[in-house]
């Protein structure tokens, strides 16, 4: 079709951020980071290569996800423990801080509850930033690979998706079926996964992950969590996802419990302030 006249003028208009964050609540993580260093290790939990493991982690605790053997992404659900309807709500994390999280964001939860689940108190890889392609680590704009969509695009019934792993990491967990379970599990945080979108087409691509053994990545539970991990068939996404192709790695899951009184002062976040009558 023939542009209009003013094409370019209409291109040049700037942007404007939607969700300015100046007002957004700013977590203490000098407080994070002192409870942290006298934190010690509770459990650990582990994500075999394509499988996913589920673990909690009491509000006041951290979680580390820790790459252990050879360069591997994961795909991280959380749950509000006590009620698992309000969850990761990775659209709305994204619209707060962008596309990739790192040190000092948030993983915000779902409506009605909407308030912070969990804070990226220390990130192995943030100086990875933002390179040449585009791309970064740790995103939320991947749902996660999932059988229904491998099916559309190559046929076939393929089981060890994240999602699949996440729906039978939950079932397991809960005592539910698969079927049960499935509703419950949502888009992910692509975690140690390098990502962005191509410039000229604007697809979501993937690229060989950063990330070797011993990075990490080290959250502050702001509530009482229940999370799964899975450790995607992918591996490091340098290639494909969704088959037995790739070289694959555990992940391991690190719960940690502060010392008593180390977050003097420190309260759990409430549900949001909104009062819900939606103008009724």
């Known amino acids: 079709m023939t542009q209009p006249a003013d094409a370019e003028d209409r291109r040049a ?22 409870a942290l260093d006298g934190a010690e290790v509770t459990e650990t939990h582990v994500a075999a290569p394509r499988e996913a493991a589920s673990f909690t982690v009491p509000a006041g605790h951290f979680f580390r996800i820790r790459s252990v053997e050879g360069p591997q992404v994961g795909d991280l659900n959380l749950w509000n423990a006590n009620d698992i309807s309000e969850r990761f709500y990775s659209g709305k994390t994204r619209a707060l801080h962008g596309t990739h999280v790192t040190t000092g964001e948030r993983l ?7 308030r912070p689940m969990a804070t990226i108190v220390e990130d192995s890889l943030d100086w990875y930033g933002i390179d040449a392609y585009g791309s970064s680590v740790h995103d939320v704009i991947g749902t996660r690979c999932d059988p229904y969509t491998h099916n559309l695009l190559s046929g076939g019934q393929y089981h060890h998706c994240c999602h ?15 079927a049960e379970a499935e509703p419950h599990v949502h888009d992910v945080l692509n975690v140690f ?13 993937m690229k060989a992950s950063p990330v070797r053994p011993g990075d990490q990545l080290t959250f502050f539970s702001e509530i009482d969590l229940l999370g799964a991990l899975s450790a995607c068939p992918g591996g490091d996404c340098s290639a494909e996802h969704s088959s037995d192709a790739a070289r694959c790695y555990p992940l391991e899951i690190d719960i940690l419990a502060p010392a008593e009184g180390a977050l003097q002062g420190w309260e759990s976040p409430a549900r949001s302030g909104y009062d819900g009558s939606h103008g009724m």
């Open 164 to 178: 699949s792993n996440l729906t039978r990491a939950l079932a397991q967990h809960l005592g539910m079926t698969t």
């Open 13 to 34: 208009i700037p942007p404007v951020i939607c969700y300015p964050t100046a007002t957004l609540p700013r977590p203490d993580l000098a407080l994070y980071r002192a």
């Open 108 to 114: 915000w939860s779902s409506f009605p509850g909407f």
């Open 193 to 205: 996964m390098c990502t962005g979108f191509t410039r000229d087409t604007g697809q979501y691509f």
